[in-house]
């Protein structure tokens, strides 16, 4: 295209008169200032921009959105934002669709006779307080239940928990974030006995090595995946893809290492292996800072009701370790894991050298593991083992999915076990929380009820009556689904959901809350660097639409909590978050204050002294430090983190005879989670309409089946029917099969099956058996 | 001893050789040294203006070029694949391949343009090429159905061609400049909206007349002169 005949002389020669013309028009007069210039402009394209964080993922990108006529018109990264610094994925610049679906909820509906019928709010309301009480009078304070969402803001999910932890007394409170962040957070409590992460995302910038732990990042984290690839064409770092399934992420990778399903814990172990055995321990490190345990072993995988464990950890020794690792050998991993001796010593190499940074990244993966607290230990293990933690650039990552999964479940505690501070089994803890919510401490009891996977079988058993879900879809998220949707349509069940959109979860109500979502309302997000992002309400929420905090003050109200709940509406949220900061009045978990939040592009936690903790555990970084050492892991009594003796043990079903196959499940770049509002989004849903099962290549071909072919997908659950993607987005090992989940017309997880991380109680979504036929 | 000046003097070099190549390992295989990181770096407020001359090489090759005007582009096919104005465009065209990056697949005619027969039209040029997740943004249209329909306008799109705040004074920017710093690459050559190509893209140095004019920048209020003693 290009008639390129100018050589550089002749280039350099005009340009040389270009720029002498340039300064001599400059010296004309008639010169105006940029102000004067714009005076006359029309308003086009002249937005009024606020910031907010981003409403999807985990990530907690800085967005600025444009407002015009009350309407949200545009969206644009927020260049001022550390975390995404301008930058925005498909799904972010588009997010403000996500409000204005035709079929947006904005009257509260009350199903009467099998049909819903519109209402006031002030009626569903009353409707739904009378409910409780009846309920609490008729079944006793443990047969009502909330189930809300990472997606909750802070105060919505604060006041969750003031309310039914606090004031009606039980401990039923549980959140979405169990199906996807919960062994990352027993993970970092049995390491180092304090939860999220110690680094930040500032470490990609200093990191020379990344190893992604089953972990599509360029489709899940895609603007944290452009700052990996923006590092590697700037200085050259290595991205080490290690994952089941090739992928966009494998493909832009310098190396992509399959693995078989389940088996990274016997390849964890390997690394390790080959750490101690080439004496690349950083001896001083982990005699200073380390302690050596193990726990039970053979825990079973919770498909049974009631199902009950606890972890007895013991302490053992370096040489306990040692031995016990000998099992682990990169030859005999070869066996299990199919990865090659050879490419378990090559990442080790680079866990290794004392010269590279590396840093650890994961999600769901090693999550939604049925050994997922076991997975999340070994990859501290390596490195805890190798010193590289806590330290820029040496950073293993805990990546989270959910905009405010680490703001309101984790920090807030929004589940069974804990307090905003705490856990309820601590008297102390108890006695803390009650002074602040002014309720009596009897009221907190010290007993954890259900995690959410039981939470729904005690609905189904009937020892749950009432529950109100808020801002999540677990009628399309819950493993073995069929059995739960069923358990909430039984005789005698009470639903409620607050949601912007119908969907299968509001199919299952008793009365559907319209909610006011994202910017309609006021609040905030706390992303998985601990940063806090507060975001103003720019538009009004249709209809009725309120947010879900306030639907939970009037009913709180209602219930005769007055007291407590003594907010004023025109400034709740701001009196809610002063109040939820309290619990974290320390050095370890100080908040920013509401005025700081406001002003700044979020702001990480620890803030102590007026600033953010980049780095915990590291006393040059963080002031909590107080051993006088170099590293205080003070989540312990003794300062120590705790590497972990974890075996390598099968997953609840594997792949036989009848069922041959694994089934995986996840997601894609276009659509967020259940698709509920992305697919709103006329762009996502034109780009990615429907969803589909990956097979391998050659699996397809020696079934005959084409890319758009019907392929039937049994377990012992049932059945779907699902068009075949041959060679398309991913493409899975043989004898493997994935499935996005976000479509609510072709429901994966009617055939998932629930087996959870006895630990961690969060469900493996990631491996089942499965035969696969044409249809 | 003559002879054997030769073969000793041999084994001098060679034994400092060692000795200089022996240190030069040791101090590459320490450890580095520890480096503070510098806190908050300020991140500028008004747009980096470096993305100005990324396309300033074909400069002249875009002033010399002939206007093919059967097969260029207009504002109205340019707004068609936006959902709002400064959206990141759908991908028209179907993809060769759904799993690989950009760098070997979109770049290969997205980087420089061209005219591609199949689609009788002049490929645009991405005025980002360093970022190579081509799809983290943009995503081709599969289907033109709709899950639901949806309420959301496009807001004001700026018109082109009154920008400017006297008859032939250069006009402002009238767009954000995020990602889109590179001007010459929608700016000037075939593949350029006809409303919006640059009639003298020699000049390279765009904003030294055009400034932008949206609300990126920082508002200071009115600017007042400080008069001190």
């Known amino acids: 295209m290009y008639t390129s005949t100018t050589n550089r002389r002749s280039f350099i020669k005009k340009m040389a008169v270009l720029s002498a013309m340039t300064a001599a028009a400059t010296m004309f007069p008639g010169i105006m200032f940029a102000g004067e210039q714009e005076k006359n402009l029309p308003k086009g394209g002249n937005l009024d921009w606020k910031k907010a964080p981003c409403r999807f993922c985990g990530v907690g990108c800085g967005v600025l959105v444009g407002i015009e006529n009350g309407k949200a018109v545009a969206v644009k990264g927020d260049p001022k934002s550390p975390v995404n610094k301008g930058l925005c994925c498909v799904k972010g610049y588009h997010s403000v669709m996500a409000m204005y679906g035709k079929d947006r909820l904005t009257k509260p509906l009350v199903k009467k006779n099998g049909k819903y019928v519109e209402t006031s709010m002030k009626e569903a309301l009353d409707l739904i307080a009378s409910k409780m009480k009846e309920t609490i009078k008729d079944h006793g304070k443990d047969s009502v239940s909330i189930y809300g969402s990472g997606q909750w803001t802070i105060p919505d999910g604060y006041v969750a928990s003031k309310l039914f932890k606090g004031c009606i007394g039980t401990n039923n409170v549980e959140a979405n974030a169990r199906l996807c962040m919960a062994s990352a957070v027993t993970g970092f409590l049995t390491s180092f006995g304090i939860d999220e992460p110690m680094g930040c995302y500032e470490d990609i910038d200093h990191a020379d090595v990344f190893v992604l732990w089953g972990n599509n990042m360029a489709e899940m984290h895609p603007v944290l995946f452009s700052r990996l690839l923006d590092q590697r064409l700037k200085r050259g770092v290595k991205i080490i893809d290690f994952a089941t399934r090739t992928t966009r992420t494998s493909m832009a990778a310098d190396k992509s290492i399959l693995f078989l399903p389940q088996t990274d814990l016997a390849v964890a172990n390997a690394i390790c292996y080959e750490i101690i055995k080439n004496g690349w321990v950083n001896k001083s490190f982990v005699e200073k800072h380390c302690n050596f345990n193990k726990g039970l072993t053979n825990m079973g995988y919770g498909l049974e009701d009631k199902y009950k464990f606890k972890d007895k950890p013991e302490k053992i020794s370096f040489q306990d370790y040692k031995k016990f690792l000998e099992d682990y050998t990169p030859e005999k991993v070869e066996k299990i894991s199919g990865v090659s001796a050879k490419d378990i010593k090559y990442m080790a190499a680079y866990y290794g050298d004392p010269n590279k940074k590396v840093m650890s990244l994961w999600c769901m993966g090693p999550n939604q593991h049925s050994r997922g607290t076991w997975m999340n230990n070994l990859i501290y293990n390596i490195h805890l083992l190798t010193g590289k933690i806590s330290t820029p650039g040496n950073s293993p990552f805990s990546l989270t999915g959910q905009p405010s999964a680490c703001g309101t479940v984790r920090e807030v505690g929004t589940l069974t076990h804990k307090l905003p501070h705490g856990v309820v089994m601590n008297k102390e803890h108890r006695e803390f929380a009650a002074k602040i919510w002014d309720v009596p401490v009897e009221n907190i009891d010290p007993k954890p009820t259900y995690h959410t996977v039981e939470m729904f079988r005690a609905l189904d058993r009937g020892d749950i009556r009432f529950m109100w879900i808020q801002v999540t879809n677990p009628m399309v998220t819950m493993p073995k689904l069929k059995r739960y949707r069923d358990a909430a349509k039984k005789e005698g069940r009470f639903i409620v959901v607050s949601d912007v959109y119908p969907t299968p979860t509001t199919d299952i109500a008793d009365v559907i809350l319209p909610s006011a979502m994202w910017i309609e309302r006021e609040g905030m997000y706390g992303n998985s660097e601990r940063r806090t992002q507060y975001f103003e309400q720019m538009i009004q929420p249709p209809g009725e639409a309120m947010s879900d905090t306030w639907q939970l003050i009037e009913v709180a109200k209602r219930l005769g909590y007055e007291k407590q709940f003594y907010y004023n509406e025109d400034t709740h949220i701001e009196e809610i978050y002063t109040e939820y900061r309290k619990h974290h009045d320390n050095k370890k978990h100080n908040m920013a204050p509401l005025e700081v939040l406001k002003e700044n592009p979020g702001m990480q936690w620890p803030y102590v002294e007026g600033k953010p903790t980049q780095w915990r555990f590291n006393s040059k970084y963080d002031p909590a430090c107080s051993n006088g050492e170099d590293f205080h892991f003070y989540g312990k009594k003794d300062g120590k983190a705790i590497i972990w003796q974890r075996p390598y043990e099968p997953a609840a079903e594997e792949p036989d005879a009848e069922y041959p196959y694994w089934l995986n499940t996840g997601r894609v770049v276009e659509h967020w989670h259940t698709g509920s509002m992305t697919r709103r989004i006329p762009v996502l849903h034109k780009a990615m309409p429907h969803s589909y099962v990956e097979l391998n290549p050659e699996d397809a071909k020696r079934m005959q089946i084409k890319n758009g072919d019907k392929v039937k997908l049994t377990t012992r659950r049932g059945e779907i029917i699902l068009p075949a993607s041959v060679n398309q987005r991913g493409v899975p090992a043989p004898m493997q099969v994935f499935v996005p989940f976000f479509d609510e017309n072709m429901l994966i997880n009617d055939i998932t099956l629930d087996s959870f991380c006895p630990i961690s109680k969060e469900p493996d979504y990631k491996k089942c058996a499965v035969k696969v036929e044409k249809a | ?229």
């Open chain 2, 1 to 229: 001893m003559r002879k054997r000046l030769g073969i000793i003097s041999l084994f001098i070099i060679l034994c400092i050789a060692f000795i200089a190549i022996w240190n030069y390992s040791y101090y590459q295989g320490q450890e580095e040294a520890y480096i503070p990181i510098e806190n908050n770096r300020p991140i500028p407020i008004i747009p980096s203006e470096t993305g100005v001359f990324q396309r300033s090489e074909f400069a002249l090759d875009y002033a010399n070029m002939p206007v093919d005007e059967n097969h260029q582009r207009s504002m109205k096919t340019y707004y068609d694949n936006r959902a709002f104005h400064g959206a990141p465009p759908s991908i028209p065209h179907e993809v060769t391949s759904e799993r690989s990056m950009g760098e070997n697949t979109c770049l290969k005619c997205h980087e420089n343009g061209g005219y591609v027969d199949k689609f009788e039209a002049y490929a645009p040029v991405t005025p980002h090429p360093e970022m190579v997740n081509c799809r983290q943004c943009h995503v081709p249209q599969k289907t033109q159905s709709l899950f639901k329909g949806t309420n959301f306008k496009k807001g004001t799109i700026p018109a082109v061609g009154i920008n400017n705040a006297l008859a032939g004074s250069p006009p402002v920017i009238p767009h954000q400049l995020q990602l889109r710093e590179n001007c010459l690459a929608c700016h000037a050559g075939p593949s350029a909206p006809k409303e919006i190509r640059v009639t003298h893209p020699e000049r390279i140095n765009c904003r030294q007349c055009h400034v932008p004019n949206n609300k990126v920048t920082e508002d200071i209020g009115n600017f007042i002169r400080k008069i001190e003693n």
